[in-house]
């Protein structure tokens, strides 16, 4: 009944075969990128139905059968290939064709070949606002392609179309004629001067207003304003008439402040765009002439209203902080009144030894920029100088809080007037790295109201429950030079080391955790022998114990394989050619009398495969794929490894990377792997090669 039901089978397989190789061949010219890769997949499921069905009819067959089977099994799996191939061709085909279209020509001789991002056509749900752009960039992109016919015009109109607009050409045939009807109704129902005028000026009468001094909202109105405008020229308006009427509207959606006169003298640069406070910088500039235009420079940021001349020492303190191992460690934080949270670099939390939290939290920046957090943890502190009061409080991980506290280290004098005073960091002139910065919840608690002044200009000093804490102006006339060309350097290393980051060929590869463990496998047991070859255990990741008996399926396969070869003497002559050589070259060994009967044993069948291209015209194929009575096979408890083969991409990229490159071919490479000895009786074969021998 199973060979009834295997043979049922094989004709539904193999007329699901025909059917579907007669249809591609006829559309073969018709079908697109999308459906060639759908057509491909179909083949692959049937590929896979075949090799399962003819390894039941193997196991099935009588011996005087299986000769059939193999002749039977080669052909079907030869045409599957040829009709592979042939998509392959097709899809190549279509692949250099769209490439023939962005190739951009110039005057010079010499021409250069740019690959263009594929372009997503607009989709249409029937909103009347959206009409006009999605007919423009449809017929830029299709209804103008003269490559294309009417009915795949029209195929693409419907691929896109949605909701209400769908509906209205759902019904008519795919034909050339009918994608000019279906644009007609489309334009019909759509576009409706009048709706929509008053639809772009209810969308330019309804912009968002600018709340603060910022050039995103500036960017924003701007690009709002031009885009109604050109939308009112596809109208065919006039709009030169109504500049008025729209300038009265940009005018209203103006900040107050906008219209404010500024103090053209002020020219102060930030040392460091990437800190997380608005006044952590030094004045870099005593120029005193109108200030230069706005750079995009992210290595910059404006400030104004600050007294030249200075550097502003912050709020800085030396504390103690407990670690994961009972003791504590010193570290240096901000108080920092302006924000709204505590933060600890990652250098910081790995050295204090503490666990951290999962959370991805966004932090608004200097400039409204943002970066996101790497986890959260907890901390307990204490000053410096004694322990007898704590603080508890949460602080999210980030890489960095800001650069060297102050940009550059003062001299010692400073300290001398507050040597009287329990500092809460008694190096507050040398500039050194933040480890923490303390949020406004903790900060503004410690302070006391308490302070002491040097004058005006000058640093003061403010009692804490950390000790007095030292900040405020410090005026200098030599830090000038020395500053901007640092800074400016630090950032600048920094975007050149990210762009040859960026260029560089990446060598990593990713692996599945059966492949990694398979890795791992060949790293721990394989050896090398006295003559220098690698010696290697076969990876199962399940107990050879699941194999069956395999013997007498080899045996009865063998024999069918032995009774098709004589009769034919070339091919036999060939196939005992090419066994003979694997025993001369030391590839397999003939198995000791006294361990014929071992039953932790497995039995590779084999069969011979002409290749009348190849240069070496029969190759003996072992299967390992063979079910033994247990229902396993060998290739079911072996892991499987990461590929061998490279992919075509790196392999190209690689001749980036040296200036000569060698092609060579090692001959039987991989029978060049011995296997170990504990595991050769896993993959026995069958051989004689004549029938007198037993």
């Known amino acids: 009944m199973k060979s009834k039901a295997c043979l049922n089978q094989k004709k539904a397989i193999i007329s699901s075969l025909t059917r579907l190789k007669n249809k591609t061949l006829q559309d073969i010219n018709e079908l697109d990128s999308t459906e060639l890769k759908i057509r491909k997949n179909r083949f692959d499921v049937i590929g896979e139905e075949l090799k399962t069905l003819f390894d039941n009819l193997f196991s099935l067959a009588k011996d005087d059968e299986i000769e059939g089977y193999i002749l039977e099994k080669q052909e079907l799996l030869d045409t599957w290939e040829e009709m592979l191939i042939l998509l392959e061709r097709r899809v190549s085909h279509l692949n250099k064709t769209n490439k023939s279209t962005e190739v951009i020509h110039t005057r010079n001789s010499d021409s250069t070949e740019i690959k263009l991002p594929t372009l997503s056509l607009p989709t249409f749900s029937g ?264 603080f508890v409080t949460s602080v999210y991980v980030v890489n960095k809080i800001v650069g060297q506290l102050p940009h550059f280290s003062l001299d010692s004098s400073w300290s001398e007037p507050f040597s009287d005073l329990k500092l809460a960091d008694p190096t507050f002139f040398k500039s050194g790295p933040i480890d923490i910065l303390i949020g406004v919840n903790i900060a503004l608690p410690m302070l006391k109201g308490q302070s002491l002044s040097l004058g005006d200009n000058k640093p003061f000093a403010v009692r804490s429950d950390l000790g007095w804490i030292v900040a405020g102006n410090v005026p200098s006339e030599d830090m000038f030079s020395s500053i901007a060309v640092n800074s400016i350097q630090v950032v600048t290393d920094e975007l050149v080391s990210n762009f040859w980051k960026l260029d560089s060929v990446s060598e990593a590869s990713l692996l599945t955790s059966e492949e990694r463990a398979c890795e791992d496998h060949f790293i721990d047991t394989h050896v090398r022998n006295e003559d220098g070859r690698y010696v290697v255990r076969l990876p199962f990741h399940s107990s050879p114990s699941k194999l069956g008996d395999s013997r007498e ?66 190759r003996v194929v072992f299967d390992a794929s063979a079910k033994s009575t247990s229902g396993y096979s060998l290739n079911d408890i072996l892991m499987v490894g990461p590929r061998v083969q490279r992919d075509v991409y790196p392999i190209r990229l690689s001749f980036r990377t040296f200036q000569i490159s060698v092609c060579a071919d090692l001959e039987k490479m991989f029978r060049q792997i011995r296997i170990s000895s504990e595991d050769t009786n896993w993959q026995r074969i069958l051989w004689r090669d004549n029938q007198r021998r037993r």
């Open 127 to 390: 909103v009347i606002d959206e009409w006009l752009t999605f007919s423009d960039l449809f017929q830029a992109a299709v209804t103008n392609n003269q490559n294309l016919t009417g009915a795949q015009k029209l195929q693409y109109l419907k691929g896109v179309l949605k909701g209400d607009a769908q509906k209205i050409v759902q019904s008519l045939p795919i034909t050339d004629g009918n994608f000019q009807i279906a644009w007609d109704l489309l334009k019909e129902r759509y576009f409706h001067k009048r709706e929509i005028l008053s639809s772009l000026m209810k969308k330019l009468m309804n912009i968002s207003p600018i709340t603060c001094e910022s050039h995103a909202q500036i960017l924003k109105l701007v690009d709002s304003t031009k885009e109604c405008v050109r939308l009112l020229k596809t109208l065919d308006l006039k709009v030169e008439g109504t500049a008025d009427i729209i300038l009265m509207f940009i005018i209203q959606f103006n900040e107050p402040n906008s219209s404010i006169p500024r103090d053209a003298n002020n020219s102060v640069l930030s040392a460091s765009a990437k800190v997380f406070h608005p006044v952590v910088f030094d004045a870099t500039s005593t120029d005193t002439g109108p200030n230069p235009p706005n750079v995009n420079n992210p290595s910059i940021t404006s400030c104004s209203g600050f007294d030249s001349n200075s550097q502003v020492l912050l709020c800085t303190a030396l504390v103690n902080v407990c670690d994961s191992f009972g003791g504590t460690r010193l570290c240096r934080v901000l108080l920092d009144p302006g924000s709204q949270a505590c933060l600890i670099t990652n250098s910081c939390l790995e050295r204090l030894g503490l666990p951290r939290k999962r959370t991805n939290v966004r932090i608004s920046c200097l400039g409204a920029s943002d970066t996101r957090t790497n986890g959260i943890s907890e901390i307990k502190f204490t000053p410096h100088f004694t322990s007898n009061i704590s």
């Open 553 to 618: 399926s080899a045996i009865r396969r063998f024999k069918s394989l032995e009774h098709s070869l004589i009769k034919k003497p070339a091919i036999y002559s060939q196939y005992r050619d090419f066994m003979q050589e694997y025993l001369t070259l030391g590839h397999m060994e003939l198995v000791p009398k006294n361990d014929y009967a071992k039953r932790e044993a497995y039995y590779l069948p084999h069969h011979a495969v002409l290749r009348d291209s190849s240069t070496t015209k029969l």
